[in-house]
């Protein structure tokens, strides 16, 4: 009986002594992985890709040929500070993708969750936060210190300025310039973004009911149609919680909004 190869490293690959490569990894030709680096088991890394600085990454990902992962970030701010990229597990992470490291002007980190993903050319700044399940189209670029929440989708060429935070189950458009904050549920679109309804598309695939897709469409009209001030939108929304508990996302996004919404 023949013992399984735990790690299959190409002869060619350049791994760093002090990487820490769990059991079930594969690493492809001319890739190099360079100091105190993290790969989880059975990731699978292709060739003449780019893994350096403090990164760690999770179980069962997919990296993807000329990805740079854990580079310096862009920030002219950034003198060669501690700081870290972590990566969560079965990521898929497509060609020429870079997410950059964070800068101690924010938490010192870029954080990504799992179950997402990557195509081609998208581009993660400095001290961004993404989390689960979402998906980012070729080309999809974030600015620094933006936070992109569960399940949203970026499509291609689309991006969000600074700071900006992208609320779950939320969709961009193709193209779409984000510089405010975008509500959960919320499709935009255009340069600069504008909400156009919410991601209906989206909440029926992850099996949200009539009842409660129809009480998010009379919530979104609570903020965008009606003419009030956030405190008004704010009351009329909490009278809703009793039928749409899903409202709270709302209210709870609305509340810690520092950017302001999209309009």
Not at 67 to 95: C, H, M, V, W
Not at 111 to 116: A, L, M, Q
Not at 149 to 155: A, G, I, K, P, T
């Amino acid at each position: 009986m023949h013992e399984e190869v735990s790690v299959v490293i190409h002869p060619t690959a350049i791994i760093d002594p002090s990487a820490k490569i769990a059991d079930h990894v594969e690493i492809g030709p001319w890739t190099l992985i360079g100091p105190e680096v993290e790969i989880g088991e059975g990731t699978w890394i292709g060739p003449h890709v780019v893994i350096k600085g403090l990164t760690k990454i999770g179980k069962e990902n997919k990296i993807f040929q000329f990805a740079s992962l854990g580079e310096d970030p862009q920030d002219k701010k950034f003198q060669g500070e501690k700081t870290y990229l972590e990566i969560g597990d079965r990521n898929i992470i497509r060609e020429f993708c870079t997410f950059n490291r964070g800068t101690v002007q924010d938490k010192s980190v870029t954080r990504i969750g799992n179950d997402n993903l990557f195509m081609a050319y998208v581009h993660l700044a400095h001290d961004c936060i993404v989390g689960n399940h979402t998906i980012f189209a070729n080309n999809a670029s974030l600015a620094g210190h933006v936070i992109v929440e569960d399940f949203v989708v970026m499509s291609g060429f689309s991006g969000a300025s600074q700071s900006c935070r992208v609320g779950a189950h939320s969709f961009a458009s193709m193209g779409s310039m984000i510089d405010k904050d975008v509500p959960p549920f919320v499709k935009v679109s255009g340069y600069y973004a504008k909400p156009f309804g919410l991601n209906v598309v989206g909440m029926r695939r992850r099996g949200f009911s009539a009842e409660t897709m129809l009480s998010l469409r009379r919530a979104y009209k609570v903020i965008y149609r009606q003419g009030l001030t956030i405190k008004q939108a704010i009351e009329s929304l909490e009278e809703m919680l009793v039928t749409c508990p899903e409202v709270q996302l709302f209210i709870d996004f609305i509340n810690s909004s520092e950017r302001g919404l999209v309009r």
